[in-house]
């Protein structure tokens, strides 16, 4: 079983993008089991979706205590709780323009930086982000396969379905051509 956490803030559409990734998997024939938690329930304060995925039911019903792969829309949001939830060996996709290197201080985690918000800019999404995250954490976990995640992405996406499969492509390919 897979275990993923998408972290960002109140407003930023991590839920929705744990949504279509968990659909993403299930139209490929996986089981998923996905839940979200919520700070204060407000725009801006900290929200994770949680994700699990395996070939077989998921039955086990607590939260995630050691993730395969996170997905973080906000690098200010990393910090010592979000890294108790992960290992050395454990996939951390962040949001931010910064270098792989500036998170050198953090300790030797498998960190890939997307600067998502470039991204949308040149999809004129503005600071709509979540289908170009979601291009680079499918092009580092290597599934679900990007034509389902984009199709996902064109039947979910409420406005500019173009741009967000756009941007998906995009981000998923800028990944793929750097690791």
Do not use: H, W
Not at 42 to 64: F, Q, W
Request: hydrophobic residues 40%; aromatic residues 8%; charged residues 25%.
């Amino acid at each position: 079983m897979q275990e993923f956490i998408i972290l960002g803030r109140g407003g930023q559409g991590a839920q929705t993008a744990g949504n279509q990734l968990a659909q993403a998997f299930y139209a490929e024939g996986k089981y998923v089991q996905t839940f979200a938690t919520y700070g204060g329930a407000r725009r801006g304060t900290p929200v994770t979706s949680s994700l699990r995925v395996d070939d077989k039911p998921v039955r086990l019903r607590c939260n995630i205590e050691r993730a395969s792969a996170l997905l973080c829309f906000d690098g200010s949001l990393i910090d010592a709780n979000f890294l108790r939830t992960v290992d050395k060996d454990t996939l951390i996709v962040v949001n931010t323009a910064k270098p792989r290197e500036a998170f050198a201080a953090l300790g030797d985690y498998r960190i890939i930086p997307i600067d998502g918000r470039e991204v949308a800019r040149k999809f004129d999404m503005g600071k709509v982000v979540n289908s170009a995250l979601l291009g680079a954490f499918v092009a580092v976990l290597k599934e679900p396969n990007i034509k389902t995640m984009c199709e996902v992405i064109e039947e979910t996406a409420p406005a500019k379905k173009e741009q967000n499969v756009a941007a998906c492509q995009y981000a998923y390919d800028l990944v793929r051509q750097a690791n």
